[in-house]
C-alpha cells in the first residue's frame, strides 16, 4: 500500500519531493512487513471439525439419535443421544469423523 502511494507521489511531485516520499513509503512499507510478519510467526492455524467443539448449533432435521445441525452456515450430520427437535438450539460437544456429538441446552430460566 505505501509502495502505490510512494509511486503516485513520485509521479505528482517535482522531482526531489517525489524521490524522497518514493523512498519514506518503501522504508514505512518494509518496516509494517516486517512487524506483521514478526507479529503473525508461530499462531497456530485453527481449521476443520475441531474448531466447532463449544460452539452452538440450530437443529435442522431431529437427531432422534441421528440428525442435521447447522453450524456457521453449514450444514453436518450429528448425533443427539437425548434427541433435539428442529429450531433448537444445541452444543457441540465433539465429533467422530464427519459427524457431530451434540448435546441440548437447558431452557433459560
Not at 33 to 47: A, D, K, N, P
Not at 82 to 91: L, M, Q
Amino acid at each position: 500500500m505505501f509502495i502505490a502511494i510512494g509511486l503516485i507521489l513520485l509521479l505528482l511531485l517535482p522531482w526531489p519531493w517525489g524521490g524522497v516520499t518514493f523512498l519514506v513509503c518503501v522504508v514505512i512499507g518494509a518496516g509494517e512487513l516486517t512487524f506483521w510478519s514478526r507479529r503473525v510467526r508461530g499462531w497456530r492455524v485453527r481449521t476443520g471439525a475441531q474448531t466447532m467443539i463449544g460452539q452452538h448449533a440450530r437443529v435442522v432435521q431431529p437427531c432422534r439419535p441421528l440428525g442435521q445441525v447447522a453450524i456457521a452456515g453449514e450444514l453436518w450430520q450429528a448425533r443427539c443421544d437425548a434427541g433435539a427437535e428442529p429450531d433448537e438450539t444445541v452444543t457441540v460437544v465433539g465429533r467422530k469423523g464427519l459427524q457431530l456429538i451434540v448435546e441440548r441446552e437447558p431452557p433459560a430460566g
